[in-house]
């Protein structure tokens, strides 16, 4: 029996319990074997998933058995609801909130103000001893300005980014306010972006977007660094609240304050993003957008949902919040619940990524899913893949403004080489100088100085040129040599095959080569990219029909 004194029965309540961060800090609430936990919901009952019902394993499936848990259904903004359940309860975890996704402030203020009122002057009602809400670090972000490193001193905006970021704020003043009302003592938890198993938002999303063919784009320069936190450091973080309040009575500072809650290993958000669905064997982003090209087009999306709504129309993914909040900074000094509270996380970053990852198997890319087309394993899937297939457009739009500069200059001028040289040269002078006086940034947009090394062959790259060079050659003197032993016929035709290819081309001249063939090229592999199958089955049965054409002429050869 979860015990405080001897015989004490003592119960906690969790709002919200059956969501993401909720789920495990019912199971760490019942593992300590302190507690037992009442746990409040929307739905009419409880329905467990496989691993909570798991025989040896499934801590809340033996503890509802037991009587060690107890769901209750109620809705928060129903206040005689809220009493029912907090009866008898010595603490509260409210950590309800409705989908931060949706931008629906009749909702959200429903919800985190007045069912955040309910839920105080239910625990006053009761005699709840302690009340820790979950807050989000959005209380103190306005959507325009990143958050580097901040702390709790910061104050709330004037303008918030969203609906639930202002109602959760307002809720948030609420339970800091109420500390002290008829002995309950109160605190917040500012978790800060969590992920982990079980996690339904998240994960699900970047694989639906990534089979979309949506997870290639970087949303801004893709430098911005983020604070993500493991669900089980949140919920330990809960744990560290609540028992920093029952020490209140011996002098804790807790009381009446708010805690960023983080893993203390601020990352880039897209090297975050990047390495979860990479290792679930999808595309990785790589193509930049600047914020101020998709910002336009977030604001005619969010126009459209908000139109098309009532005729059921899908929350959209990209609106003007989300893209904000995927362009900023937003990393949060955690000391101040380091140092009062007593938190520190007990899963690393690396860690918890791992084990979320593990947990999403079953979304894998399939094993017999290429993540690479033929044409760009042909390419070497490097740089000129990359190029020729446009899977980065800078490389590819740099590489054809570089040939058409190039063609402009050595064809079409008309200019001695010489002097084609020279003007490319000052080009390139002129930019490097106007590129050394911009400002860090534009129009958001941060610019990337080109390092000094961009310029410098080293002794290594010049050696390994130097041995691919050699290499070539030995394999070309290899290539002659079989061929004049006379024995390789395969290689002798295909020998024979490139060298006429290259003669037919010879008949053009050198500049309607160039437009011919470098848009060929493009064009080429890149079809081929896109339509890898339709293009081999034909070339399939191609072969096919010419090989019952041959068959077919034996026949008759043999008949004559």
């Not at 990352?267 to 595309?283: A, N, R, T």
């Not at 070309?476 to 006379?486: M, V």
Request: a positive charge; charged letters at 20%.
């Amino acid at each position: 029996m979860a015990t405080g004194e001897v015989g004490e029965v003592r119960w906690c309540v969790v709002t919200g319990g059956r969501g993401f961060a909720a789920r495990h800090l019912v199971e760490m609430l019942l593992r300590s074997d302190q507690w037992r936990v009442r746990i409040v919901d929307l739905s009419p009952s409880i329905r467990l998933e496989p691993h909570e019902e798991e025989e040896g394993g499934g801590v809340l499936g033996r503890s509802l058995r037991s009587g060690k848990a107890l769901y209750v259904t109620a809705d928060l903004r129903d206040k005689n609801q809220v009493v029912q359940a907090f009866q008898g309860a010595e603490v509260v975890f409210h950590m309800a909130a409705p989908d931060s996704s949706i931008n629906n402030y009749e909702l959200h203020y429903s919800v985190n103000v007045k069912g955040t009122k309910n839920v105080i002057d239910a625990c006053v009602e009761c005699k709840v001893k302690r009340l820790i809400y979950t807050s989000s670090p959005s209380v103190v972000f306005d959507g325009v300005h990143g958050l580097h490193n901040v702390d709790e001193s910061t104050p709330y905006p004037e303008k918030f980014n969203d609906s639930y970021s202002e109602t959760k704020a307002e809720g948030e003043k609420l339970v800091l306010k109420a500390n002290g009302q008829g002995g309950l003592l109160t605190c917040c938890i500012r978790p800060s972006s969590i992920f982990g198993p079980g996690d339904k938002l998240l994960v699900p999303s970047l694989v639906a977007a990534a089979k979309a063919g949506k997870s290639k784009f970087i949303i801004g320069d893709g430098s911005n660094m983020y604070d993500f936190t493991y669900v089980e450091n949140v919920a330990h973080g809960h744990v560290c609240a609540e028992k920093a309040l029952a020490a209140e009575e011996h002098g804790s500072k807790a009381a009446g304050q708010a805690y960023f809650i983080t893993n203390t290993e601020p990352i880039k958000f897209w090297d975050f993003i990047s390495k979860i669905v990479g290792d679930l064997g999808y595309e990785s982003p790589r193509t930049k957008i600047p914020v101020p090209v998709i910002m336009p087009i977030a604001h005619v999306v969010e126009w459209t949902y908000k139109t098309f709504a009532r005729y059921g129309m899908r929350v959209p993914q990209l609106t003007p919040s989300r893209v904000r909040l995927l362009s900023c900074d937003r990393t949060f000094d955690c000391s101040k619940a380091q140092n009062q509270l007593g938190y520190e996380p007990i899963v690393s970053l690396q860690e918890g990524l791992q084990r979320t990852i593990d947990s999403y198997a079953h979304l894998q890319a399939t094993r017999h899913m290429k993540t690479t087309s033929k044409a760009s394993d042909f390419l070497g899937n490097g740089r000129v893949a990359d190029t020729l297939l446009w899977k980065d457009k800078r490389k590819s739009l740099t590489t054809i403004l570089l040939m058409a500069i190039l063609y402009y200059y050595f064809y079409v001028s008309g200019d001695m080489c010489l002097t084609s040289v020279a003007k490319i040269l000052l080009a390139i002078a002129l930019f490097l100088f106007i590129h050394s006086k911009l400002p860090a940034k534009v129009f958001s947009y941060r610019i990337k100085r080109i390092p000094p090394h961009c310029f410098h062959l080293s002794d290594e790259m010049a050696h390994r040129m130097v041995l691919s060079m050699c290499s070539e050659w030995n394999s070309l003197a290899r290539l002659f040599k079989s061929i004049g032993s006379g024995n390789d016929w395969t290689r002798f035709l295909k020998v024979v095959g490139a060298l006429m290819i290259i003669n037919l081309v010879g008949i053009l001249s050198i500049r309607r080569s160039i437009e011919i063939g470098i848009p060929l090229i493009f064009i080429a592999v890149y079809g081929y990219d896109k339509w890898e199958e339709k293009i081999d089955s034909l070339f399939v049965e191609s072969l096919s029909f010419l090989s019952r054409l041959k068959v077919e002429a034996v026949k008759m050869i043999q008949k004559q």
